[in-house]
C-alpha cells in the first residue's frame, strides 16, 4: 500500500509540471482558440534565460523574476509579430504557423546554447518529508505548491481585477467586447504574455528534474496536451486537474502494468487523448461547443 | 512566342485550356527525359541524393493529397512512412520476399493503418487531429524498439540492397534510382488522376466548406477518413523504398522530426499543388545539407522562418511563386 501511495505521490509531482504546461496551452485556447503547438519550446527558451541569468551570477529567485518579465514580454512580442496576421485564418494556416515557430524556437536555442546538456539549479532544498511511510520530495513538495500559487494567482487575476473581467468578456464573445470598448487586440497579446509566463514557471520546474536542453519540453508537451484535451481545453482548472491525472495515470501504468513498463508510458497520453476525444470531446470540465451552420 | 501568344488571346477558352494542358505535359516529359538521363552523368553519391528526393518526393505526395487537397493536418506522417519501411525490412529479413513484393505489402499495411486511425482521427476537427497524429508519431519509436525480436529494437535491421539484374548493365545506385523513380512517376499518376476525377473534386470541397460540401451530398468521414489512409498509404511506400535505398532501418530514423520536417517540406514546396511534393523534397534533401555548414541549428531556423514567411506571402509555396511567374511572363510580352 505504501508502495502505491508512493507511486501516486510521484505521479502527483509529475502531474504538477505537465498541468502548469497546459495551463499555459490553455489560456491561450481560450482567448484566441489557437492550441500553441510551440508553447513547450517557449518554455524551455523561457528556461535556458533563467540559466543564463544565473550562470552571470543572479540568485535564483531574482533570475526567476527576471524570466517571468521578459517571457510575459516575450509573448506578447509573439502574439503582435507572428500570431497578429493570421488572426481569423483557417485552422490549418494557423497550426502550421505554431509549428514553424515551434521549430524556429528550437533550432533558434540550439545555435545560442548548442544542444549539450546544461545543469539547471534546483530552487528546492534535496532530501524528502517522510509520512506514513511515504516519502515525498520536498522539489516535488516545492513544484506542487508553485502550480497551485500559480493557479490561485490566475483565479484572483480572473475573478477580482478589472483586466480578468476584461479577458473573460474576450474569451466569452470578442465582437462583443470590442462594442462594450474593450481592446481586444492588447487583451489577446496579454493573453499570449500571461501564457509565456506560465509556461515558463513550467520549464523552471521541469529542468531540475529533466537536463536542460532545446529538446526538453518535446516530451512534456504530449502529456499537457493530453492533460488540457482531458481537462477541457476552455477550462484552467481542469488543465490543472487532467494534468494531475495525467501524471498519475502515466506513473502507475509504468510501475503496475508489465507490457507498458518505462519505456512505452508515453503511450500514456496517446490512449487518453484518443479516449477523451472519442467519449467526451469536450473534456471532463469544458463545455460542449454548440455551433450554428 | 508572340504570335502564339496573339492567337491564344483570340482562340476559344476550351482550346486554350488544352493548349496549356499540351504545354504543361510537354515540361514534364522534358522533366522525365532529363531525370532518366541524369544518372549517366553524376557521381553515385548525387545519384544517392536525387534518388532520396524522390523518396521524399513520393510521401510529400501522399501528405499533400490530405493537408493540400483535403485541408486535413498530419504531424505524424513519419509514422506511416516508418511503418512502410519498417514492413519492408521485416519481410525482407524475415520471410526472403523478393523485394518488388515489398512494395504493395507495405503499401496496404500502411493503408490500412491508416484506415484504422482514420475512422477515429476524423471524427475530430483539424486541431485534434494535429494532436493526435503527433502522439503517434512519437509513441511508434518505444514501440519499434520494444519489438525487438521482430524490429531489431535500437540497433535496428540491416538487409541486402536490391541488385541490378545482369541484362540492365547498371550500376547499383543507377538501379535504385530506376526503381525508385518508377515508383514516384506511378505515384505522380496515381495522385494527378485522382485528383481530376470526382474524388478529387470531393476533397476540394471538404477542404473550402465543409458545410457546403455536405449539403452537396459529399460524405465528409469517409473522404476524409479516404484521404488520410491514401496518404498513409502513400507515406508507408515511400518508406518501402527508403529501406531499399538505405538498406537500413533503426527507430531513431523516424523521430518526430522526420514527421515535422515532411510537414515543412511541404508547406515551402507548395500545397494542394503537384510540383509542391518535387519542390518540397528537394527543399528537405538539400537545404539542411548545406545550411549544416553553417551551424547544426541553422536548418530549424530557416524551415521554421520559412515556413512562417510563407504562411503570410505566399501559402501556395514555391510551386505557387513559380507558377505566378511562368503565368506573368507570357502577359508582359
Known amino acids: 500500500m505504501a508502495g502505491f501511495l508512493q507511486q501516486v505521490v510521484e505521479g502527483l509531482g509529475a502531474g504538477a509540471v505537465y498541468a502548469s504546461l497546459a495551463l499555459a496551452l490553455v489560456l491561450i485556447y481560450q482567448f484566441t482558440g489557437i492550441v500553441n503547438f510551440a508553447q513547450g519550446e517557449l518554455a524551455m527558451f523561457s528556461t535556458y534565460i533563467a540559466w543564463q541569468c544565473v550562470a552571470a551570477g543572479m540568485p535564483f529567485w531574482l533570475a526567476l523574476v527576471v524570466t517571468l518579465a521578459v517571457s510575459f514580454a516575450g509573448g506578447m512580442l509573439i502574439e503582435r509579430v507572428v500570431i497578429r496576421p493570421v488572426e481569423g485564418a483557417p485552422e490549418l494556416t494557423i497550426v502550421i504557423v505554431t509549428v514553424g515557430l515551434f521549430i524556429f524556437v528550437n533550432a533558434a536555442a540550439g545555435w545560442i546554447w548548442t544542444f549539450l546538456i546544461k545543469d539547471f539549479p534546483n530552487p528546492f532544498p534535496g532530501g524528502a518529508l517522510e509520512a506514513a511511510g511515504v516519502s515525498v520530495n520536498w522539489s516535488t513538495l516545492g513544484v506542487l505548491g508553485v502550480v497551485g500559487l500559480v493557479m490561485g494567482l490566475l483565479y484572483l487575476l480572473f475573478q477580482h481585477t478589472r483586466i480578468g473581467l476584461g479577458m473573460r468578456a474576450v474569451a466569452a464573445d470578442p465582437a462583443s467586447a470590442r462594442l462594450v470598448g474593450i481592446r481586444v487586440g492588447r487583451t489577446l497579446a496579454l493573453g499570449w504574455g500571461l501564457a509565456a509566463t506560465v509556461g515558463a514557471v513550467s520549464g523552471v520546474l521541469v529542468a531540475p528534474l529533466l537536463f536542460l536542453e532545446p529538446n526538453m519540453m518535446g516530451g512534456v508537451l504530449i502529456y499537457a496536451f493530453a492533460a488540457a484535451t482531458l481537462g477541457g481545453f476552455d477550462s484552467p482548472a481542469g488543465a490543472v486537474a487532467g494534468g494531475l491525472i495525467v501524471g498519475v495515470a502515466e506513473t502507475l501504468a509504468g510501475a503496475y502494468v508489465g507490457f507498458v513498463g518505462s519505456d512505452l508510458k508515453v503511450g500514456v497520453p496517446l490512449v487518453i487523448i484518443l479516449g477523451v476525444l472519442l467519449l467526451r470531446p469536450q473534456g471532463l470540465f469544458g463545455r460542449a461547443a454548440v455551433e450554428r451552420a | ?333
Open chain 2, 1 to 333: 512566342m508572340s504570335t502564339t501568344g496573339t492567337t491564344e488571346a483570340a482562340a476559344p477558352a476550351p482550346v486554350r485550356q488544352r493548349r496549356r494542358l499540351d504545354r504543361r505535359w510537354a515540361g514534364l516529359a522534358l522533366l522525365l527525359a532529363a531525370a532518366v538521363y541524369a544518372p549517366f552523368q553524376l557521381v553515385p553519391f548525387h545519384v544517392f541524393q536525387l534518388t532520396m528526393v524522390l523518396v521524399y518526393a513520393v510521401a510529400l505526395l501522399g501528405l499533400n493529397l490530405l493537408v493540400g487537397h483535403a485541408g486535413q493536418i498530419s504531424l505524424g506522417h513519419g509514422a506511416f512512412f516508418a511503418v512502410g519501411a519498417y514492413a519492408s525490412a521485416v519481410l525482407l529479413d524475415r520471410w526472403d520476399l523478393p523485394y518488388p513484393l515489398t512494395l504493395p505489402v507495405a503499401a496496404a499495411v500502411a493503408f490500412l493503418l491508416g484506415l484504422a486511425l482514420g475512422v477515429p482521427a476524423m471524427r475530430l476537427r483539424g486541431l485534434y487531429l494535429a494532436l493526435v497524429t503527433l502522439a503517434i508519431a512519437i509513441f511508434l519509436v518505444p514501440l519499434l524498439k520494444r519489438f525487438e525480436e521482430l524490429t531489431g529494437g535500437s540497433m535496428g535491421l540491416t538487409l541486402a540492397k536490391p541488385q541490378p539484374p545482369a541484362w540492365s548493365g547498371l550500376a547499383e545506385d543507377q538501379w535504385l534510382y530506376f526503381l525508385t523513380l518508377a515508383v514516384a512517376v506511378a505515384a505522380f499518376l496515381l495522385a494527378a488522376s485522382l485528383l481530376r476525377s470526382r474524388v478529387g473534386r470531393a476533397l476540394h470541397a471538404v477542404r473550402d466548406n465543409e458545410i457546403a460540401a455536405e449539403v452537396m451530398g459529399v460524405r465528409l468521414s469517409f473522404y476524409k477518413t479516404l484521404a488520410f489512409a491514401w496518404s498513409a498509404m502513400y507515406a508507408g511506400a515511400a518508406g518501402c523504398v527508403y529501406t531499399w535505398v538505405i538498406g537500413f532501418v533503426s527507430p531513431d530514423s523516424f523521430t518526430v522530426n522526420l514527421s515535422i520536417t515532411m510537414l515543412a517540406g511541404l508547406v515551402v514546396g507548395g500545397l494542394g499543388s503537384l510540383a509542391g511534393p518535387v519542390l518540397g523534397a528537394l527543399f528537405v534533401m538539400f537545404v539542411p545539407s548545406i545550411a549544416q555548414d553553417v551551424n547544426d541549428a541553422a536548418p530549424g531556423v530557416i524551415f521554421g522562418l520559412l515556413i512562417i514567411v510563407v504562411m503570410y506571402v505566399a501559402p501556395t509555396g514555391l510551386a505557387g511563386l513559380a507558377g505566378r511567374l511562368t503565368r506573368k511572363i507570357p502577359r508582359k510580352e
